[in-house]
């Protein structure tokens, strides 16, 4: 038997061959985009402007969506909810709702486990398993849009920094962009999804190239390159001068304006030097650098730097004239950093 195809992972053109292939008339592939984006349907037997025929041979071909949920944890204040999926081959994937004020954000996934062997990152720890199709990033924000919705509620924003690197998925991650951003589908606004990137180089120069409204972050977490080579492996093949060329072309190319990610560890990267030396090198640059305390994990000994190394570190950049924001890291008594909750999962069996 054929594997069924999963709808989210159709463009509207493909679902209109698919329809058509099934005898259906095109106003078809309208009526079941509006199913899947708009009305959040949980199953094809809710498609009831389709005729009886087609939604059972629609149900017995395809499929919204082809995870299932493995666990999920709530954080002790229940504003944070972490779902570990489980694909058809047997991967793992992890996706975040936190709720903060008025905002729904979710942290999504783009590949089960990442090539990039971060050394303080819990994904970076498993390596790589594969890419996520363009429907299994979308079916991520569908499962969580159709569970706020029972509420009244809304995703209001998307931050691609669950497993995996973006980057690294380029065409499968940047078509769900454009999918979850499709103004006759599910309509969410470009500027409210990051893409997160560790600096591959090429790709976002790529990106800067195609003038993309989401913005982009980069986890840059050290200022030297021996520093940096020690956290993260990738940075040997495009060191910070690279990356640092990449990121002005990023910002000359699109005017936006750049988030730095730099996740602070106690005595690592947290000193008045790396503060000093970051200063130095973002100093004057349209950018904006988010400080997060290290979320310890199983495979990194590190610990997150205390307030006053935080607040001393935030203060020096000040000095550069760099505006920077201390993140809290929501859910952290659920493991909500990436790429935890599966490696607690799946290594207790
Ligand atoms: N691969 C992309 C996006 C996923 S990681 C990237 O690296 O940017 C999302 C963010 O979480 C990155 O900034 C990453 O450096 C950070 N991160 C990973 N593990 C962390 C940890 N244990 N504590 C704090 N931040 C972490
Ligand atoms: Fe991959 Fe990002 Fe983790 Fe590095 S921090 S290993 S790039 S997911």
Redesign the pocket.
């Known amino acids: 038997m054929n594997k069924p195809t999963n709808l989210y992972d159709l463009n509207y053109d493909e679902l209109t061959n698919l329809l058509h292939n099934l005898g259906e008339p095109s106003f078809r592939a309208r009526q079941v985009w509006n199913w899947l984006y708009r009305h959040l349907a949980g199953s094809v037997d809710e498609m009831t402007n389709l005729p009886q025929s087609l939604r059972e041979k629609l149900a017995g071909q395809t499929t919204l969506g082809t995870a299932v949920i493995a666990s999920q944890q709530f954080s002790s204040d229940d504003q944070t909810k972490k779902l570990l999926f489980r694909l058809p081959d047997g991967q793992y994937i992890e996706t975040v709702l936190m709720r903060y004020e008025k905002r729904r954000t979710l942290c999504i996934s783009t590949?089960a486990g990442?090539?990039?062997?971060?050394v303080?990152?819990?994904?970076?720890?498993m390596g790589f398993f594969r890419n996520l199709s363009v429907g299994e990033i979308v079916a991520q924000v569908i499962h969580f849009a159709r569970e706020l919705a029972q509420t009244g509620e809304h995703v209001t924003n998307i931050v691609m920094?669950?497993?995996?690197?973006p980057l690294?998925n380029y065409e499968a991650t940047l078509t769900a962009v454009d999918r979850l951003t499709d103004n006759e589908g599910f309509n969410l606004g470009a500027r409210k999804i990051t893409i997160?990137?560790?600096g591959l180089v090429p790709a976002m120069r790529r990106y800067a190239d195609e003038q993309r409204q989401t913005p982009l972050a980069v986890?840059l977490h050290a200022a030297t390159d021996e520093e940096r080579d020690k956290l993260?492996p990738?940075n040997r093949k495009w060191p910070i001068a690279e990356l640092m060329a990449a990121c002005h072309y990023y910002i000359e190319k699109t005017g936006r304006r750049l988030t730095f990610e730099w996740a602070l560890i106690n005595g690592e990267n947290d000193t008045i030097e790396q503060a000093q030396k970051l200063g130095q090198l973002v100093q004057g640059m349209l950018c904006h650098v988010n400080l997060i305390p290290l979320n310890p994990t199983q495979g990194y000994g590190g610990a997150p730097s205390s307030r006053e190394r935080v607040e001393a570190f935030q203060a020096e950049l000040a000095r550069y004239g760099v505006s920077s924001t201390v993140r809290v890291r929501r859910g952290i008594d659920i493991q909500a950093g990436?790429?935890q909750l599966r490696d607690r999962t799946v290594d207790s069996g």
């Open positions: 590949q990442c090539a990039m062997g971060c303080f990152c819990a994904t970076g720890q920094m669950g497993m995996g690197e690294h997160s990137t560790v986890s993260i990738i990436c790429g």
